[in-house]
């Protein structure tokens, strides 16, 4: 028995919680991108709180280039700055442009999708045009040209990140759309007079939710890459804030002399990025209507 998309929805908002919970956590994959995500996000709030070993940005000249010791847990780099303290303030900055970003791209993508596929004829084809036009562009490169015409920075970064991944929730978002929209209950709104707005806020759009909280956690990683790539080009977060992509661009010419300048930053990257795709992975499973009336 193939459960009804709306079944999956009320479960999400009301009914079954817990069970989903449950779910996510039996997944393999799920509870390993949760448990990755969840070391991220409480250093990251660590950072913000400045509950560091060291301050971020304060410098030891006599200690600078030091490696690994029981002092400094990842070493120092050339101004003698803590490394751990700076990874945790730079996994805070890198999380919170992802965060940020993907937000403001799902809020609109997802608008626009939903509009598209309900609304449909000339409506949808000019959207649906727009999007295509941005899919034309490489990731980086779109993200690149948006950043060069307003200017390096955290919140420009947040708006380039934001314009390359909306074409992709609106994409999410219409294809749902056009086959809830010809659906009994979608008809027998319409047939009890409820207006188009209420329709499409209220019973289509919350059954598009499950494609799109899996999008969203897949954004996410790719976010987290689109701006470490940004700020090793120096055009994302401007030292002396760290971000882990600009750490790997200081740390550059110092890959001989001192690699876990290189060396952490960059596992913090690929760990954040397998956290959130496992977690995209496990529940994308969960979500899965096909396989949520088997467990």
């Given amino acids: ?53 060291y301050p971020p940005l304060e410098q030891h000249p006599r200690d600078r280039l030091t490696g690994p010791s029981a002092t400094y847990l990842l070493g120092t780099d050339l101004f003698g700055r803590d490394l751990a303290s700076r990874l945790m303030r730079g996994g805070a900055n890198s999380l919170q442009v992802a965060a940020f970003s993907v937000l403001l791209a799902s809020t609109v993508g997802t608008l626009l999708g939903i509009v598209a596929g309900y609304i449909g004829g000339q409506v949808d084809n000019v959207i649906m045009r727009v999007m295509d036009i941005f899919f034309a562009f490489p990731t980086l490169l779109l993200a690149l040209l948006v950043v060069v015409v307003l200017g390096p920075g955290l919140q420009n970064t947040v708006f380039a990140i934001a314009v390359v991944y909306t074409p992709i929730f609106a994409r999410v978002a219409r294809g749902p759309v056009l086959s809830l929209k010809e659906m009994d209950f979608v008809t027998a709104a319409r047939c009890l007079g409820i207006s188009e707005r209420r329709i499409l806020f209220r019973h289509v759009l919350p059954n598009t939710m499950a494609p799109l909280i899996v999008q969203v956690s897949l954004a996410l990683s790719w976010s987290l890459i689109t701006e470490a790539g940004l700020s090793f080009l120096g055009l994302g977060t401007q030292p002396p ?29 690929m760990l954040g990025v397998l956290g959130f795709n496992l977690l995209g992975d496990g529940l994308r499973d969960v979500l899965d209507p096909r396989t949520a009336t088997r467990q």
């Fill in 241 to 269: 804030e760290p971000s882990w992509g600009l750490m790997l661009s200081e740390s550059r010419s110092l890959a001989e002399t001192a690699p876990w300048l290189m060396l952490f930053p960059g596992l913090a990257i």
């Fill in 1 to 53: 028995m193939i459960a009804k998309p709306e079944a999956i929805t009320t479960e999400l908002r009301t009914g079954r919680r817990p069970a989903l919970w449950r779910r996510l956590i039996a997944n393999r994959s799920g509870a390993v991108g949760l448990v990755l995500i969840s070391l991220f996000v409480l250093t990251g709030l660590l950072g913000i709180l400045g509950l560091t070993p």
